[in-house]
């Protein structure tokens, strides 16, 4: 028989010590509590352990100065806080210290067990190293929007998280998720501007064999692979209006009807929606049913371009460069001061995302053992996205076409990247290619 995790609980207060520590037990592990940070050392002083719940706010010695100690004391050992909500600050700067994750009171008891679980698989897909990454900063406002996900993962409600691409939305879906109560469950994303509207329509509610020509097989879609868990509906401002409808019936019954099928299938499922779009815009427009935006809305997040957060940039830069640095089994190289000012400086269209991949090409490449300036590659980026060969006289659609294939060479073909890049779905760039192919097709028939 496998022996069961050993887990160290240390909170002041007698009730919810024994709380958690019966909620850790129930889950199939081995259980010590310590009424306080001191008891707690001599424990891990006298044997390994292979994780910790510590409150925050304890007297004499607080969580944060515990967790400083017993890494020292056992460097593996796994880290969860626990604070209240006014302290979700202390919280985020014990994770840039190490500690694996935290929970803000009152919290289920399934979460603080997957909590537990989670840190120790050392990570899995519903919380990750990008979420980490994503965890740190001091900028008030990035704090309260942490504060506020964490908040919103107690409950059920659909929530919608708009921002600018590479800001992490996807990645706040995913904390939400480990937050909450269904974390244990599964964690499904899907692009909704990645498929045609049959297609995206098949993918979300399953297919019945026969149902069209070449369904085979009966085949789940993403709402019964979630079932239990969270769905995301990534990029949901590109979904078609006639399947918005289709939408609106799962929020308000979470009943679905697979294609080919007349039975209805219930199911049990948290939605988070996410985009980049002006939805309200939408709306207006007519591309976005109204009564499918308020039901989506009910708690909106909107991220934090990374330009809006520029005290932030030094502290995800040297995160990454460490995060980065030991994926790839390598000695975290310094930053010099030359590079955290030319980071500053950039203005980070792509954000968080575009911060990630600049550094890691730098972590990759360097040899000296310090990132400088050069090794960034910010001013080449920004010189290859010069669209050449303007002039005046072209038109608007010219210009676009101009702009749209340069870039695309920028991203080396690469599609998701180039519509980051760009600013729009993927979906609007395959139909613009698509446009061009036409446009040529059509100019040699003519020709």
């Known amino acids: 028989m496998e ?10 207060e007698p009730s919810m010590r024994l709380a958690m520590s019966r909620v850790l037990e129930r889950s199939g592990f081995e259980v010590t509590s310590s009424s306080s ?74 979460a603080l067990a997957g909590a537990v679980t989670r840190c120790l698989c050392d990570g899995d897909e519903a919380g990750g190293g990008e979420q980490g990454s994503l965890l ?9 929007l942490v504060a506020q996900s964490t908040s919103a993962a107690r409950t059920d409600t659909t929530l919608l998280i708009t921002g600018e691409s590479g800001t992490g939305k996807e990645v706040f879906a995913r904390h939400i ?17 990645a498929l045609p509207g049959d297609l995206l329509e098949a993918e979300l509610f399953g297919v019945r064999k026969g149902a069209f020509t070449g369904a085979d097989r009966d085949r789940d879609g993403h709402f019964q692979r979630a079932d239990g868990g969270t769905l995301l509906l990534d990029e949901i401002g590109d979904c078609p209006l006639l399947l918005q409808s289709k939408l609106l019936r799962v929020l308000e019954e979470r009943i679905i009807s697979p294609l080919g099928s007349g039975d209805a299938q219930r199911v049990d499922i948290r939605i988070i929606a996410a985009t980049h ?52 089994g390598r000695t975290p190289p310094s930053l010099s001061r030359e590079v955290l000012a030319r980071l500053a400086r950039h203005p980070w269209p792509g954000n968080v995302r575009e911060l990630r ?24 980026w920004g010189e290859s996205l010069e ?61």
């Open 3 to 12: 022996p069961k995790a050993s887990i160290l609980v240390v909170d002041d």
């Open 37 to 110: 940070p001191r008891q707690a050392l001599e424990a891990l002083r006298a044997r390994p352990w292979d994780a910790m719940v510590s409150d925050i706010r304890m007297p004499r010695m607080s969580g944060q100065e515990l967790l400083q100690e017993a890494l020292c004391l056992q460097p593996e050992l796994k880290v969860v806080l626990v604070t209240a909500y006014g302290a979700v600050a202390d919280a985020v700067e014990a994770i840039r210290h190490g500690a694996s994750d935290y929970l803000l009171k009152p919290f289920a008891p399934d």
């Open 136 to 144: 740190v900063g001091e900028d008030p406002a990035f704090l309260e």
């Open 177 to 193: 998720h480990a937050q909450s109560a269904r974390a244990e469950g599964p964690f499904v994303a899907v692009n909704c501007a």
């Open 277 to 328: 779009q002006d939805l309200v815009k939408a709306v207006s427009e007519g591309r976005f049913r109204q009564d499918l935006y308020f039901r989506l809305s009910v708690i909106p997040l909107e991220m934090l371009p990374l330009r809006k957060r520029p005290a932030d940039i030094p502290l995800l830069a040297r995160h990454l460069v460490q995060r980065l640095a030991e994926d790839a």
């Open 357 to 380: 991949n600049v550094i890691e090409r730098a972590v990759v490449l360097n040899r000296s053992g310090c990132i400088e300036a050069r090794d960034l590659f910010l001013d080449d």
């Open 387 to 447: 669209p050449s060969g303007l002039s005046a006289g072209m038109t608007i659609a010219q210009v676009e076409r101009r702009l749209i294939e340069t870039t695309l060479e920028a991203a080396g073909g690469n599609r998701t990247r180039a519509s980051e890049m760009l600013g729009i779905s993927v979906r609007t760039l395959r139909n613009k290619l698509k446009l061009f192919r036409e446009e040529e097709s059509a100019a040699l028939v003519s020709s």
